[in-house]
Protein backbone atom coordinates (compact mmCIF):
# COMPACT_ATOMS: atom_id res chain seq x y z
CA UNK A 1 0.00 0.00 0.00
CA UNK A 2 1.25 3.36 -0.85
CA UNK A 3 0.50 6.46 1.33
CA UNK A 4 -1.34 8.18 -2.04
CA UNK A 5 -4.89 9.72 -2.36
CA UNK A 6 -7.17 9.03 -5.23
CA UNK A 7 -9.77 11.51 -5.62
CA UNK A 8 -12.55 9.98 -7.86
CA UNK A 9 -13.94 13.32 -10.08
CA UNK A 10 -17.64 13.61 -10.24
CA UNK A 11 -18.53 14.96 -13.60
CA UNK A 12 -21.57 15.47 -15.75
CA UNK A 13 -22.54 17.18 -19.21
CA UNK A 14 -19.03 17.85 -19.54
CA UNK A 15 -18.89 19.35 -16.06
CA UNK A 16 -16.59 18.72 -13.19
CA UNK A 17 -19.29 18.95 -10.13
CA UNK A 18 -18.65 21.19 -7.19
CA UNK A 19 -17.91 18.68 -5.00
CA UNK A 20 -14.57 17.53 -6.59
CA UNK A 21 -12.40 20.57 -6.42
CA UNK A 22 -13.64 20.17 -2.56
CA UNK A 23 -12.44 16.47 -2.73
CA UNK A 24 -9.29 17.83 -3.99
CA UNK A 25 -8.57 20.50 -1.24
CA UNK A 26 -9.13 17.30 1.00
CA UNK A 27 -6.62 15.20 -0.77
CA UNK A 28 -4.16 17.80 -0.94
CA UNK A 29 -4.06 18.03 2.92
CA UNK A 30 -3.98 14.39 2.92
CA UNK A 31 -1.15 14.02 0.50
CA UNK A 32 0.93 16.43 2.80
CA UNK A 33 0.27 15.16 6.12
CA UNK A 34 0.66 11.45 4.81
CA UNK A 35 3.72 12.21 2.71
CA UNK A 36 1.80 10.43 -0.46
CA UNK A 37 0.83 11.64 -3.90
CA UNK A 38 -2.60 12.62 -4.84
CA UNK A 39 -4.14 11.93 -8.06
CA UNK A 40 -7.48 12.55 -9.38
CA UNK A 41 -8.99 9.61 -11.24
CA UNK A 42 -11.45 10.21 -14.22
CA UNK A 43 -13.72 7.96 -15.96
CA UNK A 44 -15.93 8.26 -18.75
CA UNK A 45 -16.00 9.01 -22.56
CA UNK A 46 -14.66 12.11 -24.61
CA UNK A 47 -13.26 13.93 -20.99
CA UNK A 48 -10.28 16.17 -22.91
CA UNK A 49 -12.73 19.35 -21.22
CA UNK A 50 -12.61 17.47 -17.87
CA UNK A 51 -9.11 16.86 -17.86
CA UNK A 52 -8.06 20.28 -19.11
CA UNK A 53 -10.15 21.67 -16.35
CA UNK A 54 -8.52 20.00 -13.43
CA UNK A 55 -4.92 20.57 -14.88
CA UNK A 56 -4.56 23.82 -13.12
CA UNK A 57 -5.17 22.52 -9.14
CA UNK A 58 -1.91 21.17 -8.55
CA UNK A 59 -2.65 17.27 -8.23
CA UNK A 60 0.85 15.06 -8.86
CA UNK A 61 -1.29 13.33 -11.48
CA UNK A 62 -4.69 13.22 -13.63
CA UNK A 63 -5.72 9.54 -14.71
CA UNK A 64 -8.14 9.01 -17.17
CA UNK A 65 -10.09 6.05 -18.15
CA UNK A 66 -11.76 7.46 -21.41
CA UNK A 67 -13.73 4.89 -23.10
CA UNK A 68 -17.09 4.80 -24.72
CA UNK A 69 -18.11 1.35 -23.02
CA UNK A 70 -17.41 3.28 -19.62
CA UNK A 71 -19.90 6.14 -20.96
CA UNK A 72 -22.81 3.88 -21.24
CA UNK A 73 -21.77 1.77 -17.62
CA UNK A 74 -24.07 2.00 -14.69
CA UNK A 75 -23.20 1.59 -11.34
CA UNK A 76 -21.63 -1.78 -10.90
CA UNK A 77 -19.75 -1.60 -14.17
CA UNK A 78 -18.43 2.30 -13.24
CA UNK A 79 -17.38 0.71 -9.61
CA UNK A 80 -15.14 -2.30 -11.49
CA UNK A 81 -13.60 0.16 -13.61
CA UNK A 82 -12.65 2.59 -10.73
CA UNK A 83 -11.61 -0.53 -8.57
CA UNK A 84 -9.50 -1.99 -11.39
CA UNK A 85 -7.55 0.99 -11.53
CA UNK A 86 -7.30 1.30 -8.03
CA UNK A 87 -5.59 -2.40 -7.97
CA UNK A 88 -2.72 -0.26 -10.07
CA UNK A 89 -2.62 2.57 -8.12
CA UNK A 90 -3.07 1.13 -4.58
CA UNK A 91 -3.65 3.98 -2.77
CA UNK A 92 -4.13 4.37 0.93
CA UNK A 93 -7.09 6.77 0.70
CA UNK A 94 -9.99 7.23 -1.86
CA UNK A 95 -12.17 10.09 -1.98
CA UNK A 96 -15.57 10.19 -3.22
CA UNK A 97 -18.01 12.79 -2.62
CA UNK A 98 -21.00 11.64 -0.63
CA UNK A 99 -23.64 12.69 -3.31
CA UNK A 100 -26.33 10.00 -4.45
CA UNK A 101 -23.36 8.92 -7.69
CA UNK A 102 -21.15 8.71 -4.56
CA UNK A 103 -23.40 6.84 -2.20
CA UNK A 104 -24.06 4.00 -5.04
CA UNK A 105 -20.39 3.44 -6.05
CA UNK A 106 -18.52 3.44 -2.49
CA UNK A 107 -19.57 0.47 -1.10
CA UNK A 108 -19.19 -1.47 -4.00
CA UNK A 109 -15.37 0.08 -4.77
CA UNK A 110 -14.81 -1.16 -0.96
CA UNK A 111 -16.20 -4.69 -1.32
CA UNK A 112 -13.96 -4.82 -4.54
CA UNK A 113 -10.76 -3.85 -3.17
CA UNK A 114 -11.26 -5.30 0.63
CA UNK A 115 -11.18 -2.14 2.32
CA UNK A 116 -12.89 -0.28 4.80
CA UNK A 117 -15.52 2.41 3.66
CA UNK A 118 -16.68 5.61 5.73
CA UNK A 119 -19.42 7.55 4.46
CA UNK A 120 -21.19 10.74 5.30
CA UNK A 121 -18.29 12.21 6.42
CA UNK A 122 -18.53 15.62 7.52
CA UNK A 123 -14.76 16.00 8.44
CA UNK A 124 -11.19 14.57 7.83
CA UNK A 125 -8.15 14.69 9.98
CA UNK A 126 -5.05 13.46 9.94
CA UNK A 127 -2.74 13.13 13.17
CA UNK A 128 0.50 10.46 13.32
CA UNK A 129 -0.45 8.55 10.25
CA UNK A 130 -4.21 7.86 11.40
CA UNK A 131 -6.85 9.15 9.63
CA UNK A 132 -9.56 10.49 11.67
CA UNK A 133 -13.14 11.49 10.23
CA UNK A 134 -16.04 12.50 11.43
CA UNK A 135 -19.63 11.36 10.33
CA UNK A 136 -22.61 12.19 11.62
CA UNK A 137 -25.29 9.42 13.57
CA UNK A 138 -28.97 8.96 14.98
CA UNK A 139 -30.54 11.46 12.09
CA UNK A 140 -27.88 14.03 12.15
CA UNK A 141 -28.33 14.51 16.45
CA UNK A 142 -24.61 13.13 16.85
CA UNK A 143 -21.20 12.72 15.39
CA UNK A 144 -18.83 10.26 15.78
CA UNK A 145 -15.08 10.24 15.64
CA UNK A 146 -13.36 7.01 13.50
CA UNK A 147 -9.98 6.57 13.26
CA UNK A 148 -8.01 4.46 10.94
CA UNK A 149 -5.11 3.61 11.86
CA UNK A 150 -1.39 3.97 10.15
CA UNK A 151 -1.46 0.53 8.56
CA UNK A 152 -5.33 0.68 6.98
CA UNK A 153 -6.77 1.81 4.00
CA UNK A 154 -10.08 3.33 3.33
CA UNK A 155 -12.86 4.57 0.75
CA UNK A 156 -14.00 7.92 2.59
CA UNK A 157 -17.49 9.64 0.94
CA UNK A 158 -16.72 13.39 2.16
CA UNK A 159 -20.05 15.41 2.40
CA UNK A 160 -20.16 18.50 0.30
CA UNK A 161 -18.91 21.42 2.25
CA UNK A 162 -17.12 19.72 4.09
CA UNK A 163 -13.95 21.40 2.68
CA UNK A 164 -13.79 24.69 0.72
CA UNK A 165 -12.60 24.36 -2.98
CA UNK A 166 -9.26 23.64 -3.83
CA UNK A 167 -7.15 26.93 -4.82
CA UNK A 168 -5.80 26.99 -8.63
CA UNK A 169 -1.66 26.23 -8.41
CA UNK A 170 0.12 27.15 -11.58
CA UNK A 171 1.91 23.75 -11.31
CA UNK A 172 0.30 22.00 -14.62
CA UNK A 173 -0.86 18.73 -13.98
CA UNK A 174 0.42 15.46 -16.26
CA UNK A 175 -2.68 13.38 -17.50
CA UNK A 176 -2.07 10.14 -18.08
CA UNK A 177 -4.41 7.64 -19.78
CA UNK A 178 -5.11 4.14 -18.73
CA UNK A 179 -6.64 1.72 -20.19
CA UNK A 180 -8.53 -1.62 -18.74
CA UNK A 181 -9.87 -4.40 -20.43
CA UNK A 182 -13.69 -3.17 -20.87
CA UNK A 183 -14.46 -7.22 -22.76
CA UNK A 184 -14.27 -7.84 -18.63
CA UNK A 185 -16.57 -4.98 -17.80
CA UNK A 186 -19.49 -6.28 -16.03
CA UNK A 187 -22.70 -5.53 -18.50
CA UNK A 188 -25.54 -6.59 -16.20
CA UNK A 189 -26.86 -3.00 -16.02
CA UNK A 190 -26.53 -0.53 -18.89
CA UNK A 191 -27.56 3.23 -18.49
CA UNK A 192 -29.86 3.78 -21.25
CA UNK A 193 -29.98 7.86 -20.89
CA UNK A 194 -29.71 10.87 -18.72
CA UNK A 195 -32.59 13.62 -18.03
CA UNK A 196 -32.91 16.82 -16.10
CA UNK A 197 -36.29 18.04 -14.13
CA UNK A 198 -38.17 20.03 -16.61
CA UNK A 199 -38.46 23.46 -15.43
CA UNK A 200 -41.52 24.16 -13.18
CA UNK A 201 -43.70 26.90 -12.83
CA UNK A 202 -41.51 28.48 -10.43
CA UNK A 203 -37.17 28.76 -10.27
CA UNK A 204 -36.36 28.55 -6.16
CA UNK A 205 -32.92 28.63 -7.34
CA UNK A 206 -33.27 32.66 -8.23
CA UNK A 207 -35.20 34.41 -5.49
CA UNK A 208 -33.46 36.28 -2.44
CA UNK A 209 -35.89 34.81 0.39
CA UNK A 210 -36.68 31.40 0.49
CA UNK A 211 -39.29 30.46 2.95
CA UNK A 212 -38.82 26.35 3.20
CA UNK A 213 -41.15 24.14 4.88
CA UNK A 214 -41.03 20.97 6.66
CA UNK A 215 -42.59 17.50 7.76
CA UNK A 216 -42.89 19.70 11.09
CA UNK A 217 -45.87 21.43 9.11
CA UNK A 218 -48.22 19.02 10.01
CA UNK A 219 -50.60 18.47 7.04
CA UNK A 220 -50.83 20.50 3.68
CA UNK A 221 -53.87 22.90 4.54
CA UNK A 222 -51.56 24.18 7.03
CA UNK A 223 -48.86 25.14 4.20
CA UNK A 224 -50.76 27.89 3.08
CA UNK A 225 -49.66 29.34 6.58
CA UNK A 226 -45.92 29.62 5.27
CA UNK A 227 -47.36 30.59 1.68
CA UNK A 228 -48.18 33.75 3.51
CA UNK A 229 -45.26 34.48 4.83
CA UNK A 230 -43.20 34.37 1.90
CA UNK A 231 -45.88 36.26 -0.21
CA UNK A 232 -45.27 38.90 2.25
CA UNK A 233 -41.42 38.67 2.82
CA UNK A 234 -41.55 38.79 -1.29
CA UNK A 235 -39.81 35.66 -1.54
CA UNK A 236 -40.68 32.19 -2.72
CA UNK A 237 -42.27 28.85 -1.28
CA UNK A 238 -39.88 25.94 -0.96
CA UNK A 239 -39.53 22.76 1.47
CA UNK A 240 -37.48 19.07 2.55
CA UNK A 241 -38.11 16.21 0.89
CA UNK A 242 -40.60 14.37 3.25
CA UNK A 243 -43.34 17.57 2.17
CA UNK A 244 -42.84 16.16 -1.58
CA UNK A 245 -42.82 12.26 -0.84
CA UNK A 246 -46.44 13.02 0.77
CA UNK A 247 -47.22 14.96 -1.97
CA UNK A 248 -48.21 18.07 -0.13
CA UNK A 249 -45.90 20.29 -2.72
CA UNK A 250 -44.14 19.39 -6.42
CA UNK A 251 -40.82 18.48 -6.58
CA UNK A 252 -39.43 21.66 -8.12
CA UNK A 253 -39.97 23.13 -5.25
CA UNK A 254 -37.71 20.71 -3.30
CA UNK A 255 -34.30 22.14 -1.68
CA UNK A 256 -31.72 19.39 -1.10
CA UNK A 257 -29.30 16.80 -2.56
CA UNK A 258 -31.76 15.08 -4.99
CA UNK A 259 -34.09 18.82 -5.60
CA UNK A 260 -32.39 21.84 -5.63
CA UNK A 261 -29.60 23.46 -4.00
CA UNK A 262 -30.31 27.11 -3.64
CA UNK A 263 -28.20 30.21 -2.03
CA UNK A 264 -30.49 32.98 -1.18
CA UNK A 265 -29.53 36.51 0.57
CA UNK A 266 -32.29 34.83 3.15
CA UNK A 267 -33.55 31.31 3.86
CA UNK A 268 -36.09 30.82 6.78
CA UNK A 269 -36.21 27.05 7.25
CA UNK A 270 -39.71 26.33 8.70
CA UNK A 271 -40.82 23.00 10.66
CA UNK A 272 -37.15 21.59 8.90
CA UNK A 273 -35.26 19.03 11.42
CA UNK A 274 -32.31 19.14 9.35
CA UNK A 275 -31.26 15.96 7.76
CA UNK A 276 -27.65 15.96 5.70
CA UNK A 277 -29.71 15.46 2.47
CA UNK A 278 -31.57 18.75 3.30
CA UNK A 279 -28.48 20.94 4.60
CA UNK A 280 -26.76 19.96 1.62
CA UNK A 281 -28.82 22.23 -0.72
CA UNK A 282 -28.97 24.96 1.42
CA UNK A 283 -26.24 25.62 3.74
CA UNK A 284 -24.25 28.19 1.55
CA UNK A 285 -27.37 30.40 2.08
CA UNK A 286 -25.94 34.22 3.43
CA UNK A 287 -28.32 33.85 6.34
CA UNK A 288 -30.21 30.79 7.75
CA UNK A 289 -33.17 31.36 10.25
CA UNK A 290 -34.47 28.17 11.75
CA UNK A 291 -37.54 27.94 13.88
CA UNK A 292 -38.31 24.40 15.13
CA UNK A 293 -40.11 23.25 18.26
CA UNK A 294 -36.97 20.57 18.62
CA UNK A 295 -33.97 22.58 20.24
CA UNK A 296 -31.90 19.71 19.27
CA UNK A 297 -33.01 19.55 15.94
CA UNK A 298 -29.81 19.17 13.55
CA UNK A 299 -30.99 22.62 11.37
CA UNK A 300 -29.35 24.78 14.48
CA UNK A 301 -26.20 23.39 13.46
CA UNK A 302 -26.14 25.48 10.33
CA UNK A 303 -28.62 28.44 11.35
CA UNK A 304 -27.21 31.86 11.97
CA UNK A 305 -30.65 32.74 14.09
CA UNK A 306 -33.00 30.43 15.68
CA UNK A 307 -36.20 30.30 17.22
CA UNK A 308 -37.18 27.43 19.20
CA UNK A 309 -40.75 27.35 19.58
CA UNK A 310 -44.44 26.63 18.02
CA UNK A 311 -44.12 27.82 14.19
CA UNK A 312 -47.79 28.49 14.15
CA UNK A 313 -47.17 31.49 16.68
CA UNK A 314 -44.27 32.94 14.88
CA UNK A 315 -44.91 32.69 11.79
CA UNK A 316 -48.12 34.82 11.33
CA UNK A 317 -46.60 36.90 13.84
CA UNK A 318 -43.86 37.51 11.19
CA UNK A 319 -46.09 37.63 8.83
CA UNK A 320 -48.17 40.21 9.88
CA UNK A 321 -44.90 42.49 10.85
CA UNK A 322 -43.54 42.09 7.40
CA UNK A 323 -46.56 43.17 6.09
CA UNK A 324 -46.80 46.18 8.38
CA UNK A 325 -43.05 47.13 6.92
CA UNK A 326 -44.49 46.81 3.35
CA UNK A 327 -47.70 49.06 4.15
CA UNK B 1 -41.67 -11.78 -9.43
CA UNK B 2 -40.02 -12.85 -5.72
CA UNK B 3 -38.81 -10.42 -3.72
CA UNK B 4 -36.92 -9.56 -1.25
CA UNK B 5 -37.20 -6.71 1.26
CA UNK B 6 -34.19 -6.26 3.33
CA UNK B 7 -35.44 -3.89 6.26
CA UNK B 8 -33.45 -2.32 9.42
CA UNK B 9 -35.16 -2.45 12.63
CA UNK B 10 -33.94 0.95 14.10
CA UNK B 11 -34.84 2.62 17.98
CA UNK B 12 -36.22 5.95 17.98
CA UNK B 13 -34.97 7.91 20.81
CA UNK B 14 -31.62 6.77 22.31
CA UNK B 15 -30.37 7.75 25.65
CA UNK B 16 -26.79 6.93 27.23
CA UNK B 17 -25.36 6.84 24.20
CA UNK B 18 -21.12 5.76 24.46
CA UNK B 19 -18.64 3.96 22.29
CA UNK B 20 -18.77 0.02 23.34
CA UNK B 21 -15.37 -1.65 24.98
CA UNK B 22 -14.29 -2.67 21.80
CA UNK B 23 -14.30 0.82 20.35
CA UNK B 24 -16.04 -0.78 17.19
CA UNK B 25 -19.88 -0.35 17.73
CA UNK B 26 -22.13 2.53 19.61
CA UNK B 27 -23.77 1.44 22.89
CA UNK B 28 -26.88 2.92 23.84
CA UNK B 29 -30.12 2.69 25.86
CA UNK B 30 -32.98 2.12 23.13
CA UNK B 31 -36.76 2.38 22.99
CA UNK B 32 -38.71 0.22 20.69
CA UNK B 33 -37.60 -0.69 17.27
CA UNK B 34 -39.49 0.69 14.27
CA UNK B 35 -38.58 -0.34 10.70
CA UNK B 36 -36.49 2.12 9.18
CA UNK B 37 -38.32 4.66 6.95
CA UNK B 38 -36.17 4.34 3.64
CA UNK B 39 -36.73 0.41 4.31
CA UNK B 40 -40.57 0.61 4.57
CA UNK B 41 -40.40 2.47 1.25
CA UNK B 42 -39.38 -0.37 -0.28
CA UNK B 43 -41.76 -2.73 1.29
CA UNK B 44 -44.74 -0.66 -0.53
CA UNK B 45 -43.08 -0.62 -4.01
CA UNK B 46 -42.44 -4.03 -3.06
CA UNK B 47 -46.41 -4.58 -2.42
CA UNK B 48 -47.14 -2.80 -5.55
CA UNK B 49 -44.99 -4.62 -8.12
CA UNK B 50 -46.60 -7.80 -6.59
CA UNK B 51 -50.03 -6.52 -7.22
CA UNK B 52 -48.88 -5.62 -10.85
CA UNK B 53 -46.87 -8.87 -11.60
CA UNK B 54 -47.64 -11.35 -9.12
CA UNK B 55 -45.21 -13.06 -6.85
CA UNK B 56 -44.30 -12.80 -3.35
CA UNK B 57 -43.37 -10.59 -0.73
CA UNK B 58 -40.14 -11.27 1.94
CA UNK B 59 -39.22 -9.31 4.63
CA UNK B 60 -36.16 -10.06 5.63
CA UNK B 61 -34.40 -8.29 8.96
CA UNK B 62 -31.32 -9.05 10.88
CA UNK B 63 -31.40 -8.54 14.68
CA UNK B 64 -32.55 -9.93 18.28
CA UNK B 65 -35.73 -10.86 19.32
CA UNK B 66 -37.14 -7.19 19.55
CA UNK B 67 -36.72 -6.57 15.88
CA UNK B 68 -39.92 -9.03 15.43
CA UNK B 69 -42.29 -6.03 16.12
CA UNK B 70 -41.03 -4.92 12.50
CA UNK B 71 -41.48 -8.04 10.90
CA UNK B 72 -44.83 -8.21 11.75
CA UNK B 73 -45.19 -4.88 11.15
CA UNK B 74 -44.63 -5.92 7.31
CA UNK B 75 -46.50 -8.73 7.19
CA UNK B 76 -49.43 -6.79 8.20
CA UNK B 77 -48.57 -4.37 5.32
CA UNK B 78 -48.94 -7.30 3.09
CA UNK B 79 -45.90 -9.37 3.00
CA UNK B 80 -46.51 -12.89 2.62
CA UNK B 81 -43.06 -13.99 4.80
CA UNK B 82 -40.66 -12.95 7.31
CA UNK B 83 -37.52 -14.08 8.14
CA UNK B 84 -35.65 -12.68 10.77
CA UNK B 85 -31.55 -13.28 11.08
CA UNK B 86 -30.36 -13.46 14.62
CA UNK B 87 -27.50 -11.64 14.61
CA UNK B 88 -27.33 -8.04 15.69
CA UNK B 89 -24.45 -5.86 14.16
CA UNK B 90 -24.04 -2.22 13.12
CA UNK B 91 -20.56 -2.78 11.35
CA UNK B 92 -21.97 -2.76 7.84
CA UNK B 93 -19.02 -5.42 6.58
CA UNK B 94 -21.16 -7.44 8.88
CA UNK B 95 -24.34 -7.12 8.00
CA UNK B 96 -23.37 -6.66 4.31
CA UNK B 97 -21.99 -10.57 4.73
CA UNK B 98 -24.52 -12.00 6.60
CA UNK B 99 -27.41 -10.46 4.38
CA UNK B 100 -25.63 -11.57 1.56
CA UNK B 101 -25.59 -15.41 2.60
CA UNK B 102 -29.09 -15.49 3.74
CA UNK B 103 -30.04 -13.97 0.40
CA UNK B 104 -27.85 -16.85 -1.26
CA UNK B 105 -30.31 -19.17 0.66
CA UNK B 106 -33.35 -17.43 -0.60
CA UNK B 107 -34.99 -17.30 -3.88
CA UNK B 108 -35.87 -14.19 -5.43
CA UNK B 109 -35.68 -12.10 -8.33
CA UNK B 110 -35.79 -8.96 -7.24
CA UNK B 111 -34.10 -7.35 -3.64
CA UNK B 112 -35.54 -4.08 -2.28
CA UNK B 113 -34.41 -1.81 -0.02
CA UNK B 114 -33.77 1.68 1.44
CA UNK B 115 -30.90 4.46 0.81
CA UNK B 116 -29.75 4.46 4.43
CA UNK B 117 -30.86 3.63 8.55
CA UNK B 118 -31.68 6.33 10.47
CA UNK B 119 -29.47 4.89 13.01
CA UNK B 120 -26.39 4.64 11.48
CA UNK B 121 -26.32 7.14 8.51
CA UNK B 122 -24.52 4.68 6.04
CA UNK B 123 -26.49 4.04 3.77
CA UNK B 124 -23.37 1.14 2.39
CA UNK B 125 -25.15 -2.71 3.42
CA UNK B 126 -27.47 -2.50 -0.07
CA UNK B 127 -24.86 -1.97 -2.54
CA UNK B 128 -22.10 -3.86 -0.52
CA UNK B 129 -24.55 -6.94 -0.49
CA UNK B 130 -24.93 -6.79 -3.95
CA UNK B 131 -21.20 -7.05 -4.98
CA UNK B 132 -20.56 -9.67 -2.81
CA UNK B 133 -23.35 -11.48 -4.27
CA UNK B 134 -22.40 -10.15 -7.83
CA UNK B 135 -25.99 -8.31 -8.40
CA UNK B 136 -25.96 -5.36 -10.27
CA UNK B 137 -27.63 -2.78 -8.60
CA UNK B 138 -28.93 0.58 -8.77
CA UNK B 139 -29.26 3.50 -5.64
CA UNK B 140 -31.77 6.27 -5.07
CA UNK B 141 -34.49 4.67 -7.86
CA UNK B 142 -37.53 6.56 -7.93
CA UNK B 143 -39.26 4.83 -10.29
CA UNK B 144 -38.96 0.99 -10.85
CA UNK B 145 -40.51 -0.93 -14.20
CA UNK B 146 -40.23 -4.78 -15.36
CA UNK B 147 -40.02 -5.09 -18.92
CA UNK B 148 -40.05 -8.82 -18.73
CA UNK B 149 -38.95 -11.64 -16.64
CA UNK B 150 -35.62 -11.10 -16.72
CA UNK B 151 -35.11 -7.48 -17.51
CA UNK B 152 -36.20 -4.16 -15.27
CA UNK B 153 -35.92 -0.86 -16.25
CA UNK B 154 -35.81 1.75 -13.34
CA UNK B 155 -35.56 5.75 -12.76
CA UNK B 156 -32.91 6.67 -10.61
CA UNK B 157 -31.49 10.28 -9.27
CA UNK B 158 -28.11 11.77 -9.97
CA UNK B 159 -28.68 14.88 -8.07
CA UNK B 160 -29.41 18.54 -8.39
CA UNK B 161 -32.32 17.07 -9.82
CA UNK B 162 -31.38 14.99 -12.70
CA UNK B 163 -31.83 11.34 -13.80
CA UNK B 164 -30.54 8.47 -15.46
CA UNK B 165 -32.71 5.66 -17.00
CA UNK B 166 -30.98 2.29 -16.25
CA UNK B 167 -32.02 -1.24 -17.70
CA UNK B 168 -30.90 -3.94 -14.57
CA UNK B 169 -30.50 -8.03 -15.38
CA UNK B 170 -32.64 -9.79 -12.79
CA UNK B 171 -31.75 -10.77 -10.34
CA UNK B 172 -31.26 -7.68 -9.06
CA UNK B 173 -30.71 -5.17 -5.84
CA UNK B 174 -32.61 -1.94 -5.39
CA UNK B 175 -31.88 0.84 -3.15
CA UNK B 176 -35.14 2.97 -3.45
CA UNK B 177 -35.58 6.71 -2.57
CA UNK B 178 -38.26 7.95 -0.21
CA UNK B 179 -41.78 8.65 -1.86
CA UNK B 180 -41.60 6.07 -4.34
CA UNK B 181 -44.83 5.09 -3.43
CA UNK B 182 -47.14 7.10 -1.18
CA UNK B 183 -47.17 5.09 2.85
CA UNK B 184 -50.02 3.38 3.61
CA UNK B 185 -51.52 3.04 6.61
CA UNK B 186 -52.07 -0.23 8.34
CA UNK B 187 -55.17 -0.55 10.52
CA UNK B 188 -54.60 -2.13 13.92
CA UNK B 189 -56.95 -5.01 13.87
CA UNK B 190 -54.29 -5.90 10.65
CA UNK B 191 -51.46 -5.52 13.14
CA UNK B 192 -52.65 -7.50 15.73
CA UNK B 193 -53.73 -10.56 13.21
CA UNK B 194 -50.48 -10.17 11.81
CA UNK B 195 -49.05 -11.50 15.06
CA UNK B 196 -50.46 -14.41 14.87
CA UNK B 197 -48.32 -15.53 11.77
CA UNK B 198 -45.11 -17.30 11.95
CA UNK B 199 -42.03 -15.82 11.34
CA UNK B 200 -38.65 -17.42 10.35
CA UNK B 201 -35.74 -17.60 12.25
CA UNK B 202 -31.97 -18.35 10.92
CA UNK B 203 -29.41 -18.31 13.18
CA UNK B 204 -25.74 -17.46 12.10
CA UNK B 205 -24.87 -21.24 11.96
CA UNK B 206 -27.83 -22.15 9.93
CA UNK B 207 -25.79 -19.83 7.62
CA UNK B 208 -22.80 -21.31 8.14
CA UNK B 209 -20.74 -18.59 9.33
CA UNK B 210 -18.37 -18.95 11.53
CA UNK B 211 -17.59 -16.13 13.55
CA UNK B 212 -13.92 -15.70 11.99
CA UNK B 213 -16.13 -15.13 8.60
CA UNK B 214 -17.69 -11.87 9.99
CA UNK B 215 -14.78 -9.37 10.14
CA UNK B 216 -15.74 -5.66 11.01
CA UNK B 217 -14.42 -3.39 9.61
CA UNK B 218 -11.09 -1.99 10.02
CA UNK B 219 -11.31 0.98 12.06
CA UNK B 220 -11.93 1.97 15.51
CA UNK B 221 -14.53 5.00 16.90
CA UNK B 222 -13.14 7.30 18.89
CA UNK B 223 -16.07 9.43 20.36
CA UNK B 224 -19.27 10.24 20.04
CA UNK B 225 -20.80 13.61 21.11
CA UNK B 226 -23.28 16.24 19.90
CA UNK B 227 -22.23 17.98 16.72
CA UNK B 228 -19.80 20.95 17.15
CA UNK B 229 -20.92 23.79 15.70
CA UNK B 230 -18.59 25.95 13.22
CA UNK B 231 -20.52 28.87 14.52
CA UNK B 232 -22.99 29.27 17.71
CA UNK B 233 -26.77 29.69 16.49
CA UNK B 234 -28.27 33.04 18.07
CA UNK B 235 -31.38 32.01 19.71
CA UNK B 236 -33.89 34.74 19.18
CA UNK B 237 -36.83 34.82 22.74
CA UNK B 238 -39.74 36.55 23.70
CA UNK B 239 -43.54 36.60 22.69
CA UNK B 240 -43.95 35.91 19.40
CA UNK B 241 -44.49 39.92 18.54
CA UNK B 242 -40.65 40.30 19.78
CA UNK B 243 -39.31 37.57 17.85
CA UNK B 244 -41.43 38.49 14.98
CA UNK B 245 -39.79 42.24 15.24
CA UNK B 246 -36.25 40.91 15.84
CA UNK B 247 -36.61 38.13 12.45
CA UNK B 248 -37.78 40.76 10.69
CA UNK B 249 -34.57 43.05 11.54
CA UNK B 250 -32.36 40.12 10.94
CA UNK B 251 -34.35 39.60 7.80
CA UNK B 252 -33.87 43.05 6.36
CA UNK B 253 -30.65 43.83 7.39
CA UNK B 254 -29.50 40.63 4.99
CA UNK B 255 -31.06 41.66 1.94
Not at chain 1, 2 to 31: F, M, N, P, W, Y
Not at chain 1, 151 to 159: E, F, M, P, S
Not at chain 2, 68 to 75: E, G, I, M, S
Amino acid sequence: MTQDTVVLVEHADGKIDSITLQLLAAGRKLAAALGGKVAALAIGHRLDGISAALQGFGMDKIFLVDDPAVAAAAGEAQAWVISQVARQLDPRIILVGYSLIGMELTPAIAVHLGMNALTNCVNLDIRDGAVIVTRPVFDNTQHTEIIVDANDAAVIALQKGAFAPIEPSSHVTPIESISIEVENIPARSRLMATSSEPAGAVDITKAEVVVSVGRGIGSEEKIAVIADLADALGGVLACSRPVVDVGWLPRERQVGASGKSVTPKVYIACGISGAIQHLTGMRESGRIIAINKDPNAPIFQVAHFGVVGDLFEIVPALTQAAKALRG
Amino acid sequence: MNIIVCCKSVPGLVTDLKVGANGQSLQYQGQLLAINECDEYALEEALVLKKARGGHVTALTMGNIKSLDVLYYTLAKGADKAVRIDADSHDPRVASTTLATALKKLSFDLVLTGTQARDTLGGQVGIAAATQLGLPFAYAVVAVDPVDNKTIRVRKELGNGRYAEVELQLPALLCVQTGIQPLTFVPPARRIRARQQSVTSISLADLGLESGQLTPQGYRIAGVHPPKRTHQVELIQGSPQDIATALLNKIQENR
